[in-house]
């Protein structure tokens, strides 16, 4: 009857610490995986960060080349003004 009690007793101590060491395993899985979501989140955020300075970039680059643009457009018409006035003129 011992015999039975103490190897009951056995496989009991030996399923618990199967059990520990799988939810251990378990744990550090999950661990790892909380870490590299983290990380990826970080990531996720200094590249928005990232994108939305360049775009503002973009956006005042786009903005001077406009200016630059109409005032060439300006500049080509005080021109094309002076080149009929001067024709007109001799």
Known sequence: M???ERNYMEK???DHEKAMLELEA???ELSSREENLQKRQADNHSERNKLYLEKKNNEMAIAEQQKADDKMMRLAEEHQAQLSF???LH
């Open 2 to 4: 011992r015999n039975v």
């Open 86 to 88: 001067s024709f007109y």
């Open 12 to 14: 009991v101590s030996k």
């Open 26 to 28: 378990r744990r550090k």
